[in-house]
């Protein structure tokens, strides 16, 4: 079966504080992906990289956050200045190569409370 | 851009009986149509997806149907059980500038009674 591993799996900062949660894809994978998740809604996607290069996320990330795939056995995401509107479950998923009929194998998710 | 639209929550039903899930979606793609599962403190996993247009996909008694002209991919089940209380998430594939993300719905909540 399919394991992602995503840990911490739960994080609490103050407002104004950096965070940092990580990601272990499945091995052979090649494409990860980030989402975030509020109040068990939608899931909106974060970022995504293929062979550890960021190759599209949105205009938030790029802005508020950092990620990096550092190798093709771990990946993190980091919020540098946390804000309340940051409280959500981040999923982290993996996919052999990331494409359009693919499936992609999600962690059990970082809950992270701002408060 | 692309979208998901599926049946709003909670969902209530008792043992036995069916159930639908309304899903409809907007792309100007060719997507992939997923549908999801999520349990309490877990990541949603795949139910089952289907890649092609009029194609049906299954699995543990769900079904959905990639119905292209009529943009919808509704799940069903004959006969729900209390094990399938869980969030239902309808998902399509959308080619961004590299690379496939998925667009969510906004879940569907399913509560079975005994």
């Known amino acids: 079966d399919a394991a992602v591993t995503q840990k911490p799996r739960y994080l609490i900062k103050m407002k104004g504080q950096e965070a940092e949660m990580k990601c272990i894809p499945e091995k052979g994978h090649t494409a990860v992906f980030w989402y975030q998740q509020k109040q068990s809604k939608e899931l909106k996607f974060l970022i995504y990289f293929q062979n550890q290069q960021p190759l599209d996320q949105i205009d938030m990330v790029k802005e508020r956050f950092s990620a990096v795939c550092p190798s093709s056995s771990l990946c993190s995401l980091g919020i540098r200045t946390c804000e309340a509107e940051d409280s959500a479950l981040y999923l982290c998923?993996?996919?052999?190569?990331?494409?359009?009929?693919?499936?992609?194998?999600f962690g059990p998710g970082t809950r992270l409370l701002v408060l | 851009g692309d979208s998901v639209t599926q049946t709003e929550g909670p969902v209530t039903l008792s043992e036995g009986t069916s159930l639908t899930v309304n899903c409809s979606y907007e792309t100007k793609q060719y997507p992939t149509l997923f549908w999801y599962v999520q349990y309490p403190g877990e990541g949603p996993q795949l139910l089952f997806k289907v890649p092609k247009a009029n194609e049906k996909g299954s699995n543990r008694g769900f079904e959905a149907t990639y119905n292209k002209e009529a943009t919808s991919f509704h799940l069903q089940k004959a006969s729900v059980q209390e094990s399938d209380s869980a969030v239902y998430y309808c998902?399509?594939?959308?080619?961004?500038?590299?690379?496939?993300?998925?667009?969510f719905g906004i879940g569907t909540l399913l509560s079975v009674k005994p």
């Open positions: 998902a399509l594939s959308d080619r961004g500038s590299s690379g496939n993300k998925l667009i």
């Open positions: 998923s993996s996919s052999p190569l990331g494409g359009r009929q693919d499936t992609q194998y």
